[in-house]
């Protein structure tokens, strides 16, 4: 079980109630299908993904990643349990999907440079370590169900 701190559980309400889903979400998951390319193979039914522009404009990628957050947020209100919240996500991307686990941890990470980007300064490096524990805590809840 994962221990919070006070100053931890603050920082991640505080950060997923001011950040913008509709831009965040989006952005996320554009960056990471944009910089590693091989992901964009589990979203074949997105149509056009073929350059940077098209990942952008794609509706489908900018309503999955609205879905990524509001995935998140269920984490927010339960960091406590975050492994038993995520335990259906896990067998689904792992046993339905065969989602490469790997490519949470890339996710994670695009998903932490638009939440730097969105917050600047504000985004001191004991947010980041608290927002980057966080995301650490969800990946491993999504790779629980893998072999």
Excluded at 21 to 46: E, K, M, N
Excluded at 122 to 145: E, M, P
Aim: charged content about 20%; glycine content about 4%.
């Amino acid at each position: 079980m994962v221990q919070w701190t006070d100053f931890e559980r603050a920082t991640i309400q505080d950060i997923f109630s001011k950040i913008d889903y509709d831009i965040v979400g989006p952005a996320a998951l554009s960056r990471c299908l944009i910089v590693y390319p091989w992901t964009q193979r589990y979203f074949g039914s997105f149509g056009n993904l073929y350059n940077a522009a098209a990942i952008t404009s794609n509706p489908k990628v900018a309503a999955h990643g609205k879905v990524v957050l509001a995935g998140l947020e269920k984490a927010v209100k339960n960091m406590d349990d975050i492994k038993t919240t995520y335990s259906d996500l896990s067998v689904l991307h792992s046993e339905k999907l065969h989602v490469d686990p790997d490519n949470f941890n890339l996710l994670a990470d695009c998903l932490t440079i638009v939440v730097a980007s969105q917050m600047g300064k504000a985004f001191s490096g004991d947010v980041q370590a608290a927002f980057q524990k966080f995301v650490a805590v969800v990946v491993a809840s999504l790779r629980k169900q893998y072999h």
